[in-house]
């Protein structure tokens, strides 16, 4: 007599949206996102919305950029959370002087921003989404890499002209029309209230400026926070940005930085 075997039962693992794959793009929500954006520049969580309804598909590309890049299969394979490196006090306190991570501590001191901070803010809406799926970490990865490129652009946290100019860079290096959309928005609301195109020179110039510097997001960070800040900016071919520095100026002598 032959016993019969039970055989288990398995659950089928839920089914989450893939980020980045997504086709479609959702510009009602873009545009109802950026007007909120442009009323208060302070609401970051508008900057995620209008970047998961433009940038259908853009974080696969860059993923799979990356993977063709030199050394980017080990930072793929290490799949290594930023935000919670860049958070350990301690890491971040042992950076020499003049290294990009000694400037990434004075930047921390003098914002009072956070890797955590802004993991927080992207995760405001509790969006379904499969956190395990690469193209996942590596929209984690970008979203961590911010306020680095802040440090080795020189486009500084001042809002809404420095932020303008980097998310212009960071849609000439990334090709997110979210970017270019938060960067022509601003663009137009400096001309409505400046009645000058300073600003939106400036920001043109940032996106040149991403344009001919190297390809950032294929950089390995953790070995990047080391190297000294003016060497990486000649090896990555980071333009300084004079026309940023003059609206800097100009915007301070007519009180309207703010905008």
Same mark, same amino acid.
């Given at each position: 007599?032959?016993?019969?075997? $039970? ?8 089914? /989450?949206?893939?980020?980045?794959? @997504? ?21 970051? *969580? ?13 974080? @696969?590309? &860059?993923?799979?950029?990356?993977l063709d890049a030199p050394g ?7 799949r290594t959370e930023l935000a ?30 956070? $890797? ?50 980097? *998310? %212009? ?11 270019? %959309?938060? %960067?022509?928005? $601003?663009?137009?609301? @400096? ?17 040149? &400026? ?13 070995? /990047? ?8 900016r000649k090896r990555l071919g ?13 915007? $301070? ?7």
């Amino acid at each position: 007599m032959s016993a019969t075997v $039970a055989q288990p039962q398995l659950s089928q693992p839920q089914t /989450l949206p893939v980020p980045g794959i @997504a086709t479609r793009r959702d510009w009602k929500g873009a545009w109802i996102a950026l007007r909120k954006l442009l009323q208060d520049g302070n609401d970051t *969580v508008q900057v995620f919305r209008i970047m998961r309804a433009l940038n259908a598909g853009n974080g @696969a590309m &860059n993923y799979h950029r990356l993977l063709d890049a030199p050394g980017g299969g080990r930072i793929a394979f290490r799949r290594t959370e930023l935000a919670e490196l860049f958070s350990d006090p301690d890491y971040v306190a042992g950076f020499a002087p003049g290294t990009v991570g000694a400037v990434y501590r004075e930047f921390l001191r003098r914002t009072g921003y956070s $890797a955590m901070g802004l993991a927080e803010v992207s995760q405001a809406d509790n969006v379904p989404h499969d956190p395990e799926h690469p193209y996942a970490w590596f929209g984690r990865r970008e979203r961590d890499i911010h306020d680095i490129w802040h440090v080795l652009t020189g486009y500084q946290a001042d809002e809404p002209l420095g932020e303008a100019c980097l *998310v %212009a860079f960071s849609y000439a290096q990334t090709r997110g029309l979210g970017w270019a %959309a938060i %960067a022509l928005g $601003a663009s137009l609301k @400096a001309r409505r209230v400046t009645g000058r195109w300073t600003f939106a020179r400036a920001v043109i110039e940032g996106y040149r &400026n991403g344009k001919r510097a190297r390809w950032l997001s294929g950089e390995d960070y953790e070995l /990047l926070m080391h190297e000294p800040i003016d060497r990486v900016r000649k090896r990555l071919g980071i333009p300084y940005p004079v026309l940023y520095r003059r609206a800097q100026a100009e915007l $301070a002598e007519t009180g309207k930085t703010g905008l």
